[in-house]
């Protein structure tokens, strides 16, 4: 019955330092997923802003061109 408890024990214990362990990770892996999450929403927010910009570019050299090209 000894041997039981003993292992018993061990378990809970291996149990505790086990979770206590990866308990640190969750949390660095969850703060790592966040601190992704800003950077993706931030690159898309610039991503989108860089189109707008080359998308207006665009549109005022065609119009200038094609005012020339009417002329």
Do not use: V
Not at 2 to 8: A, E, G, K, S, V
Not at 36 to 61: H, L, P, W
């Amino acid at each position: 019955m000894t041997f039981f408890n003993d292992l018993r024990r061990s378990l809970k214990t291996f149990e505790r330092d086990f979770n206590h362990r990866f308990s640190g990770m969750n949390k660095r892996i969850d703060e790592a997923d966040r601190r992704f999450q800003q950077i993706d929403e931030q690159f898309e927010k610039d991503t989108d802003e860089r189109f707008k910009r080359i998308n207006r570019g665009f549109e005022r050299s065609t119009d200038s061109w094609s005012d020339e090209y009417r002329n």
